[in-house]
């Protein structure tokens, strides 16, 4: 059977074999940086200390299908796939708290979020066919920079975990050509909580 989605561009519908999405329940992080917001609203960021704040953050998770294509000759996952799959997934975990990436360009001038650093653990294969979860969180945030913890699950069970350090850039007020980290808008971490 044919997926109809093939025929839509891929700019204006969802990434292939990616089956809806959710944002569920919120799990807890241990953050000794986070920002905090005084009563007058100004939003100052903790010296680190050895109390961790705890706050409790959304975490989003949607289905993906493996096709043909994601996989190679032995028929399990390309690795640089799961990669693709964690990038999409933070672009909707973020579309899942209203915040949609073309709005945030819009209204904060933000360019994107480039990746700084990225890293997984690969612990069980997942093949052709096999319907994977994909579940995403906001492990850490940091003045200029988040980190987006992934789990993917196949049959239940852990098969790889991944971790993305993301940062918040601006384009650089001298040099529109270069691109600057900038400070992470306190309503911006309220709306994963």
């Known amino acids: 059977m044919r997926d109809s989605r093939r025929a839509i561009p891929r700019t204006l519908r969802e990434p292939d074999g990616i089956i809806g999405g959710q944002t569920t329940s919120e799990d807890p992080i241990q953050c000794r940086t986070c920002p905090q917001t005084s009563e007058s609203g100004e939003r100052k960021f903790a010296e680190p200390s050895d109390e961790p704040i705890v706050r409790r953050m959304k975490t989003y998770s949607h289905a993906v299908v493996v096709h043909w294509g994601d996989t190679d000759p032995a028929k399990i996952v390309f690795y640089?796939?799961?990669f693709v799959w964690f990038d999409e997934s933070t672009?909707?975990?973020f579309d899942s708290v209203g915040l949609n990436w073309d709005t945030l360009m819009d209204k904060y001038g933000?360019?994107?979020f480039p990746i700084v650093d990225a890293h997984a653990k690969f612990l069980l294969p997942s093949m052709f066919r096999d319907e994977i979860l994909v579940e995403s969180s906001i492990e850490k945030?940091?003045?200029k920079t988040f980190v987006v913890k992934h789990v993917i699950y196949n049959k239940g069970q852990k098969s790889v975990e991944g971790e993305e350090t993301r940062v918040w850039a601006l384009r650089h007020p001298d040099d529109p050509t270069r691109l600057r980290s900038g400070i992470i808008p306190a309503e911006i971490i309220q709306a994963f909580e």
């Open 80 to 82: 640089p796939n799961y």
């Open 91 to 93: 672009r909707m975990y």
């Open 110 to 112: 933000v360019v994107g």
């Open 141 to 143: 945030w940091n003045e």
